[in-house]
């Protein structure tokens, strides 16, 4: 057993759906959480780039003594996972393959749609994770980038939010998917409206409860688990503007952060 903290890190706040859904399901465990607040958002910019922010925000938190990374950034994940598995001293975890698997396992049609930021679709990451598994797989890929800003505002239910996801998801529901992807950690705050929007019949796949499920998997195959017993302590840190991310991040966390480091890298 180990007793040292996880490592989450992402490009600013989203990945706080993913520490929220692994506080659920490990709740022994400590947790170290990286927001790159300085350098958000990273789907515009070039892969290069994703993969040197990653690879920076990777040291950081090995050299705060974590025994696992878990990439709870779309992007990053697209960009720059096998590049920090290859060059990490502990277990790399993303937020796609997961995401991938349950959707393979929940579709019965085989008409699978996938959301995300524009630099996540743009990587078509999503499409082969899924037809790494299922060859024969119909994937529709729909860039939302106007949630990202909707869910910090918290407008989770807002008029204004259900017209732009209508407009987003109607070539999704004419192309028939059964089931649809949130390949955004921002975007689970959105369920309950997203499944009004698309009816009964779509399963939606939460991408971070699916990476918690398989950090759980990753951590007992490896003898990495916490004492059941341990107290666990989390911190948060992010790179600039601390106010905001408490703000935001309370309404992710559904609690006030209690500590909150400012680090900058780069």
Known sequence: MNAAPLGIFDSGIGGLTVARALFERLPQESVIYFGDT???????????????????????????????????????????????QARSSVPVVGVIEP??????????????????????????????????????????????????????????????????????????RRAGVDVLVLGCTHYPLLKPLLARVLGEGVSLIDSAAETAKEVTRELAARGLDAPAANAPEHLFVVSDDELHFRKVGARFLGEKLQKVEVVPLG
């Open 99 to 172: 995401g991938a698997r349950a959707a393979v396992a929940a579709t019965k049609t085989g008409k699978i749609g996938v959301i995300g930021t524009a630099g996540t679709v743009a990587s078509g990451a999503y499409e082969r994770a899924i037809r790494a598994l299922r060859p024969s797989a119909d994937v529709h890929s729909q860039p939302c980038p106007l949630f990202v800003p909707l869910v910090e505002e918290g407008w989770f239910d807002h008029p204004a939010t259900e017209l732009i996801a209508r407009e987003y998801l109607d070539p999704l």
């Open 38 to 84: 300085a350098r958000v958002p990273y789907g515009p910019k070039s892969p290069d780039t994703v993969r040197r922010y990653s690879a920076e925000i990777l040291a950081y938190l090995v050299q705060r003594g974590v025994k696992a990374v878990v990439v709870a950034c779309n992007t990053s994940t697209a960009h720059a996972l096998p590049h920090l």
